[in-house]
């Protein structure tokens, strides 16, 4: 499904040009769960945005679904990940100005559903979470935990191919941590594509292969199960 | 999806209530303004248009070379022969009248009225197609027995009753109704409530064929597609008439006659003898030009504010942007948000230009009516400007934040390296203070002229002085009793009857017989006709001579006064014993202002008042000597005066009050600039609020790290402070010129004017800075006192 060859991303200030990635390579087949790790600016957040072609390599190859996205331009970007991506992120990022109805729904409005397909969609992935009775409170209304279900509600709603999760459990409680890992697992047995960036040792375990970065290089890949 | 922006829009605005609120209140705040200001200035602009043709109406007006009255020679009036040979040479011309307009009283049942009198021919119906409600127009006015009076009169005098055939008195004569005629319109540049025949006025058969006599307004109707200017030249024909016509009355000068669209009268004709006062398009423009000021600065305003909170914004726009949203999704979104924040403006704008438009009027002394149907078109206007103005303000945050890289968002870190947007930013603040500084120095200067108007030495004592003019002969007949009855009040100090007050004398003649006039030049002096009171009741100064005294029986026939003007212009050194006009100069007078101040000082002759002068009206004016009670004293007056005049209309006014109204449309100027100044520094005060919390919450990491590093809260205000100061001096820097150019010539139209002084601009500038500090430092104190654990926790 993800294929990248030498891929490169570079930082640059005034003076000084710092390399975020360096000439990465690997790959990640359809239905799997892989687990990204490494010290902090090894290039572990670079790599998700580049895969979430929320950014662009500055050289290298990277292919989806077997076709060359690199060089993209935000529009097609755009439109390739609202329907194939789906984010979930360390501080959940969800609008507090919508109610948590309304920030599931809101990828599903930009992707053109209509209103009543929209609403039994939601409810469907509201279910789905446990965080049905919550549906009209705002993101401040709610734990930390439970807004992280309503952020992996809102990145599953458009069934993506692939949910990239930047740190899902950094900012929850061991209890909530693990649900929201035990929901990942269940979309990834659904057969989701799942890239998750993580620090603790604990999540990387659920995953079925840990990718190792250091410098913005690959330095070991381990397979768990 | 719409439904979701304006969700999401509506719902950040009630979020973040402080920001919405100042928001909301300067945009609303420049929006009421300009509405009413709009509203102001198409009232004025619509006087006249309402009558049937008007762009085929025009006064016939003159201009008599030489003949400078109150500062100018064209005169509002044509001699009536001139209106009779128009309509039998000119076949283009289709109708033509004469009116004349006065206050008079209409008595009914011993219940007088003191009304405006519309005094005109039948013709006066085929030019002005005023609306007859109820029996006879233009058939009213072929006798002069007849009265039409307009509706509000009728139901005045007469209540509900019919007021047809019934009869009311004037001037001693008794008129029967024969017509109602509907009210005329505010902004019509003549107003009246009852319609009678010109033939009224005494001197009308002489008149008919006299071309030296100026008593009445002519006013002519074109035919269609006439061109109003090959017209003009062929009246100027009558120049063989009216040449030896007034050389042979004795005059140096003769009118050329002219003719002007009754759609410019109101705000382009400042004449002799206007029948109104008219407005002046000079102030048309300064409020237009006030109007877009403080909507340009409303508007900035919102702009810069708008910015400034994008900059908490960028997390949320990575949101979008990451869940699928195109750049011109969130171009709607912001721009959709600031729309709906100008459309709610505008709704409470609209509700507040009702509630305040009374108000409004009376500030500017206006009747603008509020008629959503007549102000339709300017509030569709309105609307549309909102609309504009919204998508504008809205427009440089929404491209702003729509092009901030997604992953950079997401961070919260897209405002670095903005030097060029913030050089606009900064401009907009410049722009907004140099038109505040503008403002106060130009309201600090017209306050100060006002002022010195108000405290100038006039000449005389208005003090204590109050006045009741009357209409009456009866009152000149008893002017003895009324005299010493009013003296009987032991408030009552001193008491003259004269024809008029020295603030405003209007009667002006040439005179060509002096001593040592061996070529016969002639001369124009004004002319006031008193009593023995007079002088002494005013405490003018007499230079040289004396006054008149009941002693010498000659002072009431032959003896004239001069004031000094007079005395330079005929250059002479002493006045007294030389013979002037028809008589002697017994005294000369201190020079006093005879009007208001943007006219100088002219010759001036004062008379005792003669029989034949003026019967009919005239001032009884009163030193008091305290105002203690001063009710008690003019219920005395009332009482008095009535019991002489039964029918007499006695109105007690103060001289301070009657001299104030000479100034009132300056008054009106300056309290209207008053509050527009206090409201364009308002705003601009919100507009550099938005910069400033915007710069602070850009510098919070850096207010951190400082702090942590042992800066005082004091030194980090100064530091942020320099910054905004600087963009105040630039703005002082600009304004300062800009004001002086613009007042200097505001007071040019001022003969007696005050200095413009230095401390002016430093006070208008030290009030910016005043406004700015205050500002910043409450904006800079915040961040600096937080605790710099969460400043340093930004990024």
Known sequence: MIQITDLEKFYRTEEVQTIALNKLSFEVKQGEFVAIMGPSGCGKSTLLNILGLLDDPDGGSFKFNGEEVAGYNERKRSDLRKHNVGFVFQSFNLIDELTVFENVELPLIYTGVKPAERKKRVEEVLEKMQIMHRRNHFPQQLSGGQQQRVAVARAVVNNPKLILADEPTGNLDSTNGNEVMDLLIDLNEAGTTIIMVTHSEHDAKYSHRIIRMLDGQKVTENILA | ?795
């Open chain 2, 1 to 795: 999806m719409i439904k979701n922006y304006f969700k999401i829009a509506w719902r950040s605005l009630v979020k973040n209530k402080v920001y919405s609120f100042i928001n909301l209140s300067g945009l609303t705040i420049g929006m009421t303004c300009f509405i009413l200001i709009a509203f102001y200035i198409q009232f004025e602009s619509s006087f006249d248009k309402h009558i049937k043709d008007s762009d085929r109406i025009y006064r016939i007006v003159q201009q008599q070379k030489g003949n400078d009255y109150k500062g100018t020679d064209y005169f509002a009036l044509a001699p009536l022969p001139l209106t009779t040979a128009i309509k039998q040479d000119f076949p283009e011309v289709e109708s033509i009248t004469n009116l004349d307009i006065w206050d008079t009283l209409i008595v009914n049942d011993n219940v007088s009225f003191s009304e405006r009198g519309l005094f005109t021919t039948m013709s006066f119906f085929d030019v002005f197609n005023t609306p007859i409600l109820e029996g006879d127009g233009k058939e009213a006015l072929r006798e002069s027995n007849t009265i039409l009076l307009t509706e509000s009169l009728a139901k005045k005098i007469f209540g509900e009753a019919p007021s047809i055939g019934k009869t009311v008195i004037h001037n001693k004569e008794l008129l029967t109704v024969s017509g109602i005629v509907a009210d005329p319109p505010k902004n019509q540049h003549f107003t009246y409530s009852f319609i009678t025949s010109l033939k009224k006025n005494s001197p009308y058969d002489n008149d008919l064929t006299d071309w030296v006599s100026n008593n009445y307004y002519g006013y002519l109707k074109l035919g269609e597609g006439q061109d109003y200017e090959v017209l003009e030249k062929k009246i100027s024909s009558y120049e063989d008439i009216t040449k030896p016509a007034y050389k042979a009355n004795g005059f140096q000068f003769y009118p050329k006659f002219s003719l002007q669209p009754l759609e410019d009268i109101h705000l382009y004709s400042q004449m002799n003898m206007e029948i109104e006062t008219n407005g002046d398009i000079k102030y048309i423009y300064f409020f237009a030009l006030l109007a877009i000021i403080i909507l340009v600065l409303a508007s900035v305003n919102y702009m810069n504010l708008a910015t400034s909170r994008s900059a908490h914004r960028t997390k949320e726009v990575g949101v979008f942007k990451t869940l699928g949203a195109r750049k011109q999704n969130l171009v709607f979104q912001y721009l959709s948000e600031s729309i709906i924040l100008t459309l709610f403006s505008f709704v409470v704008a609209f509700l507040l230009v009702v509630l305040l438009l009374p108000e409004f009027n009376k500030l500017l002394g206006k009747n603008i009516l509020f008629n959503f149907f007549a102000n339709g078109w300017l509030l569709v206007g309105m609307l549309f400007i909102a609309v504009l103005v919204g998508c504008l303000s809205g427009l440089y945050p929404a491209v702003f934040l729509s092009k901030i890289n997604p992953v950079a968002a997401l961070k919260g870190v897209s405002f670095k390296n903005h030097n060029s947007k913030s050089l606009l930013r900064n401009t907009l603040v410049v722009g907004q203070f140099i038109a505040a500084i503008t403002l106060i120095t130009g309201s600090i200067i017209i306050s100060q002229q006002l002022e010195f108007i108000q405290e100038k030495k006039l000449g005389f004592n208005k003090e204590h002085i109050m006045h009741v003019s009357y209409f009456n002969e009866e009152i000149y007949n008893k002017e003895g009793v009324i005299r010493d009855a009013l003296l009987n009040h032991p408030n009552i100090n001193k008491v003259s009857i004269s024809n008029q007050l020295p603030i405003n004398v209007t009667s002006q003649g040439p005179i060509d017989v002096w001593e040592d006039n061996i070529d016969k030049q002639q001369l124009y002096v004004y002319r006031t006709y008193v009593d023995y009171e007079f002088l002494d009741l005013f405490e003018m100064n007499i230079v040289e001579g004396r006054g008149f005294s009941k002693e010498i029986a000659s002072d009431s026939t032959d003896a004239y006064m001069l004031n000094e003007a007079a005395l330079k212009k005929l250059g002479w050194k002493t006045a007294v014993g030389k013979k002037f006009d028809r008589g002697t100069v017994i005294g000369v007078v201190e020079d006093f202002h005879l009007q208001t101040f943007n006219l100088s000082i002219e010759p001036l002759y004062i008379r005792m008042r003669r029989e034949r002068w003026n019967k009919n009206n005239g001032q009884i004016i009163l030193k008091v000597k305290n105002l203690n009670k001063i009710e008690n004293t003019i219920a005395f007056i009332e009482k008095t005066i009535k019991s002489v005049a039964p029918l007499d209309i006695v109105e007690v006014e103060f001289m301070d009050d009657t001299y104030l109204k000479l100034y009132e449309e300056e008054e009106r100027l300056s309290k209207a600039f008053n509050l527009f100044s206090l409201l364009a520094l308002f705003i601009a005060g919100m507009g550099l609020f938005g910069l400033v919390s915007f710069q602070v919450f850009q510098r919070t990491k850096e207010i951190g790290v400082r702090k942590v590093l042992g800066s005082t809260v004091f030194d980090i205000v100064k530091l942020v402070s320099k910054e905004f100061l600087k963009l105040i001096l630039v703005a002082f820097i600009v304004a300062t010129p800009m004001a002086y150019v613009l007042m200097s010539k505001w007071l040019q139209d001022y003969i007696y004017r005050i200095e413009i002084e230095w401390w002016v601009f430093a006070c208008a500038g030290f009030i910016a800075v005043s406004i700015a500090l205050i500002t910043v430092i409450l904006q800079v104190f915040k961040a600096a006192t937080a605790n710099p654990i969460n400043a340093l926790k930004t990024e």
